[in-house]
T-cell receptor
């Protein structure tokens, strides 16, 4: 069974700080997706990375897929209150399905 | 604006009741999924469907069944609700463009929060 772990589980920071959250597994994935979920809503896709070592930037967010395709990180520069939410990583299982991690709950205080 | 619509945002049911959760997507997607989300456990796949009248068990199918009579509609059924089925239920759909799941994007509904008393 493929499992994904995310760390930290909770993170509370001040506006303007930088942060990194991690997604780790002992399994190899075909791709890695990051979603953000706000209270009362479903998760919304932020990015998909498919190549080992790939780095993608989305404004203040930088995503990296590990060389071995087993782990990923999300770095946020100068966090803003609008970044508050639950960040979920999901690993592709080489089919049509994804395995989700438990999430990192981020709170950015003004 | 394309979307996935879950008919009930909040439900309260009693133990033993039959529960229907409805999900409709307007994107003509091939794949549809039902997940449950519990704190600290993330999203766990209950059932999924790649085509009309087709269904496959996910990781935690016990106590649930599904129905997909039309491409746009995927229903989750709890035949006899139990308190351990209290949870947030999320429906999602994806286009299903082939074996590389990296090409798939899951579009989620807003969720249905079910409480079983």
């Amino acid at each position: 069974t493929q499992l994904l772990e995310q760390s930290p589980q909770f993170l509370s920071i001040q506006e303007g700080e930088n942060l990194t959250v991690y997604c780790n597994s002992s399994s190899v994935f075909s791709s890695l997706q990051w979603y953000r979920q706000e209270p009362g809503e479903g998760p919304v896709l932020l990015v998909t990375v498919v190549t080992g070592g790939e780095v993608k930037k989305l404004k203040r967010l930088t995503f990296q897929f590990g060389d071995a395709r087993k782990d990923s990180s999300l770095h946020i520069t100068a966090a803003q209150p609008g970044d508050t939410g639950l960040y979920l990583c999901a690993g592709g299982d080489y089919g049509q399905n994804f395995v989700f991690g438990p999430g990192t709950r981020l709170s950015v205080l003004p | 604006d394309v979307k996935v619509t879950q008919s009930s945002r909040y439900l309260v049911k009693r133990t033993g009741e039959k529960v229907f959760l409805e999900c409709v997507q307007d994107m003509d997607h091939e794949n549809m999924f039902w997940y449950r989300q519990d704190p600290g456990l993330g999203l766990r796949l209950i059932y999924f469907s790649y085509d009309v009248k087709m269904k496959e068990k996910g990781d935690i199918p016990e106590g649930y069944s599904v129905s997909r009579e039309k491409k746009e509609r995927f229903s989750l059924i709890l035949e006899s609700a139990s308190t351990n089925q209290t949870s947030m239920y999320l429906c999602a759909s994806s286009q299903g463009t082939g074996i590389l799941s990296g090409a798939n994007v899951l579009t989620f509904g807003a969720g249905s929060r079910l409480t079983v008393l």
